[in-house]
């Protein structure tokens, strides 16, 4: 099953580069619902890899999940494999 990931550190200036935000979303029907907001395609079409997320991506990824993110940090969404 694929389902997506979206993990935020902080950006380049700062000397810390530990992962500071981890969220994985595996609901089915909220990974299409993620996949559609942020690359307009199914989740089955995302390519393997890490997408830097805009700052309003972030803000509609927020609304969509309900969940406020922490402030001040860079956020990337990533596909991910259970097999």
């Known amino acids: 099953m694929r389902y997506l990931s979206i993990i935020g550190f902080f950006p380049d200036e700062v000397p810390d580069d530990s992962l500071q935000f981890e969220r994985y979303i595996t609901d ?3 990974n299409e619902k993620v996949a559609q907001l942020i690359e307009s395609k199914p989740v089955s079409e995302l390519e393997p890899g890490e997408l830097l997320l ?3 991506q972030v803000a509609a990824l927020e609304a969509l ?3 406020s993110f ?3 940090l860079e956020y990337f969404m990533g596909t991910c494999f259970d097999y």
Request: zero cysteines; glycine letters at 8%.
């Open 28 to 30: 089915i029907e909220m």
């Open 54 to 56: 805009s700052t309003n």
């Open 65 to 67: 999940l309900k969940e």
């Open 70 to 72: 922490p402030r001040g």
